[in-house]
């Protein structure tokens, strides 16, 4: 069956660094368009970055870039986000989706197949 799972989240000082896996199996991850996306208490869901498919292009919500990173590995069937110079507005639980054909990224209800989610906590 279809399974994201998710981890890396820690709890972090403020200015640190953390990298979170995003481990795919049950499906073909290389054709699927992937992002993460977290939920912060009190504010919802929201989409952090994502790439598609077919291109090396990534993509960031304005309050991450130049700070996190996403990347996958094909033949590890993974997907990560490298995060820097974290922040305690980052406190967060953190998913990862997969999704076909997705138009816009950031468009949450796009991705068919979630993980459970990560917990990353930062302290300041």
């Known amino acids: 069956q279809v399974q994201l799972v998710e981890s890396g989240g820690d709890a972090a000082q403020s200015g640190g660094s953390l990298r979170l896996s995003c481990a795919a199996s049950?499906?073909?991850?290389?054709?699927?368009?992937m992002s993460w996306a977290r939920h912060i208490v009190g504010k919802g869901l929201e989409w952090v970055s994502g790439?598609?498919?077919?291109?090396?292009?990534?993509y960031y919500a304005d309050s991450v870039k130049g700070r996190f990173t996403i990347y996958r590995d094909n033949a590890k069937n993974t997907v990560y986000l490298q995060m820097k110079s974290l922040k305690p507005e980052d406190t967060a639980l953190y998913y990862c989706?997969?999704?076909?054909?997705?138009?816009?990224?950031?468009?949450?209800?796009?991705?068919?197949?979630w993980g459970q989610g990560t917990q990353v906590t930062v302290s300041s």
């Open positions: 049950g499906f073909t991850f290389s054709t699927y368009d």
């Open positions: 790439m598609h498919s077919d291109s090396s292009d990534t």
């Open positions: 989706a997969a999704g076909t054909r997705v138009a816009k990224l950031q468009q949450l209800d796009e991705y068919r197949w």
